[in-house]
């Protein structure tokens, strides 16, 4: 019980949380000699996944979703670059982040605020996992700015014409792990985490996220509040997550719980960056190599 956690004294973040591999085909060819030969960075692999983003989607007189996260800042670097150039044009970028507005500002990508009626024709974005086979995904572990939360960036993804999440090899998979974001009220914030702790009993432990210093069950001395006025719980799964999509709505349905890193249900396609190449999947068609 989360309640038995507080009263103890803060301790540090779980590592080497626990995967299991399961016999599931992957399209990608993990063999030593390829492995081995393999002379590109991450960010050459993430960068090339991010052009070809870029290039397959985007088209004159998009609005342009612009997620958060190290592939994403990328992507709108080589968006401002073709503007530049005059390779695509009327170009409006929606940012979902104070990082992708900063970054859209320093390559010149036009920007208009979210609005929740507002058309968005493409959206990409960063995710902490994908999984294998229904592209659901987590978003929302990475440090936030500013008091900003994941609530537009799950909503232009949401509303989005078309959705590529841009990730590594490593974040699509079939084993999940790790922690999982929720907003949640912050008037009974700690009710709220009681109640997710014994949802996922004996599997996850609840923490409140710390704006600064060490993280715990409460979150420290400065918990961190959302611009919303949230408090963020990250659900820190010591288990394997067999079903994200039941995970998501079971805690839909827990009072107090505002929001949550997962996103599913929704058509979108996995941008991935892999050793053999960059990899386009989605849920309509087979896997598309370049």
Not at 23 to 31: D, G, L, Q, R, T
Not at 206 to 226: C, E, I
Request: with cysteine; proline share 4%.
């Amino acid at each position: 019980m989360i309640a038995r956690a507080i009263a103890t004294a803060y301790f540090s973040a779980p590592q080497n949380i626990p995967s299991i591999r399961r016999n599931i085909p992957s399209p990608f060819n993990k063999s030593a000699s390829c492995m081995a030969t393999t002379a590109h960075s991450t960010s050459d692999l993430l960068f090339e996944a991010a052009r070809q983003t870029v290039d397959k989607y985007v088209q004159n007189g998009m609005v342009v979703g612009l997620g958060a996260g190290r592939a994403s800042g990328l992507a709108i670097q080589y968006l401002g670059k073709r503007l530049k150039e005059g390779a695509l044009k009327d170009i409006v970028g929606i940012p979902s982040s104070i990082f992708s507005a900063s970054e859209a500002a320093k390559a010149g990508v036009p920007l208009n605020q979210y609005q929740e009626d507002l058309q968005i024709d493409f959206a990409f974005d960063d995710a902490d996992i994908i999984e294998e086979g229904t592209l659901n995904a987590i978003i929302g572990r990475r440090k936030l700015e500013g008091g900003e939360s994941f609530i537009e960036e799950k909503s232009i993804a949401k509303v989005a014409g078309k959705l590529a999440f841009i990730v590594s090899e490593e974040q699509y998979t079939r084993d999940l792990d790790g922690s999982i974001p929720v907003l949640v009220n912050s008037s009974n914030w700690m009710e709220t985490a009681e109640e997710i702790d014994d949802l996922f009993l004996g599997d996850a432990e609840v923490w409140r996220r710390p704006a600064t210093g060490h993280a715990g069950p409460l979150g420290g001395d400065f918990p961190m509040v959302t611009k919303e006025g949230h408090h963020i719980l990250d659900v820190i799964f010591t288990s394997p997550i067999l079903d994200l999509g039941q995970v998501a709505e079971s805690l839909d349905k827990i009072d107090g719980v505002v929001n949550h890193g997962i996103v599913f249900s929704i058509p979108c396609s996995a941008i991935i960056a892999s050793k053999d190449g960059v990899l386009i999947v989605d849920k309509n068609s087979s896997i598309v190599s370049y």
